[in-house]
Nanobody, 122 residues
Framework: VQLQASGGGLVQAGGSLRLSCEASGLTFSNYAIGWFRQAPGKEREFVSA????????LYADSVKGRFTISRDNAKNTVYLQMNSLKPEDTAVYYCAARPWGATMSLETYNFWGQGTQVTVSS
């Protein structure tokens, strides 16, 4: 199983980025995908997740109203649209997969990608 996160970069505060997580080696439509992030010196934290069917999505309070998660099962890809970015959003963003339902708990995710760096300048 491979999860490839991409789309990170350097952006000014207030800007936008769209992250992508492309999966291979699994039946993608059977898996929920979660996004997590880890800033320097901090623990990895939940950002957003989407159920296998796309019918249920979860967001951390810190990103609600600014980030939108979506998926395209035909492309084995989940997207995280990030708008109104803030310096505190700076982190390495990871995508992860678990069967079926979405959760906020990173311990429940079986497979992890390598991450993509997001840097928001003030």
């Amino acid at each position: 199983v491979q999860l490839q996160a991409s789309g990170g970069g350097l952006v000014q505060a207030g800007g936008s980025l769209r992250l992508s997580c492309e999966a291979s080696g699994l039946t993608f439509s059977n898996y929920a995908i979660g996004w997590f992030r880890q800033a320097p010196g901090k623990e990895r934290e939940f950002v957003s997740a989407i159920r296998w069917s796309g019918s249920n999505v979860l967001y951390a309070d810190s990103v609600k109203g600014r980030f939108t998660i979506s998926r395209d099962n035909a492309k084995n890809t989940v997207y995280l649209q990030m708008n109104s970015l803030k310096p505190e959003d700076t982190a390495v963003y990871y995508c992860a997969a678990r069967p079926w339902g979405a959760t906020m708990s990173l311990e429940t995710y079986n497979f992890w990608g390598q991450g993509t760096q997001v840097t928001v300048s003030s």
